[in-house]
């Protein structure tokens, strides 16, 4: 079975930076394309950047530039560097791996919030 454990979040005053990590763990297929999701009180959960095996990434348009994606394939792990943080990302985060048909796995999420 595979789990995936989120750490990194936080309160940071906007302008500050933190860095998100994913691990999994488990049997882990070698292509899968892992991310980070978020999610508001009353909003829907969204994407904010993925990464694939391969190297590839797609990130929101309201993250471009201020947040970066990267991943450990030997450690089976993700992050996310997030800058220049704005009180609108304040948010659940979520870490999500996904390797259809085999998982579509969440983490529990890492709450970040955005205040002065």
């Known amino acids: 079975q595979v789990q995936l454990v989120e750490s990194g979040g936080g309160l940071v005053q906007p302008g500050g930076s933190l860095r998100l990590s994913c691990a999994a763990s488990g049997s882990i297929f070698s292509i899968n394309t892992m991310g980070w999701y978020r999610q508001a009180p009353g909003k829907q959960r969204e994407l904010v950047a993925a990464i694939t095996s391969g190297g590839d990434t797609n990130y929101a348009d309201s993250v471009k530039g201020r947040f970066t994606i990267s991943r450990a394939n030997a450690k089976n792990a993700v992050y996310l560097q997030m800058n220049s943080l704005k009180p609108e990302d304040t948010a659940v985060y979520y870490c999500?791996?996904?390797?259809?048909?085999?998982?579509?796995?969440w983490g529990q999420g890492t709450q970040v919030t955005v205040s002065s």
């Open positions: 999500n791996l996904y390797a259809p048909p085999l998982y579509d796995t």
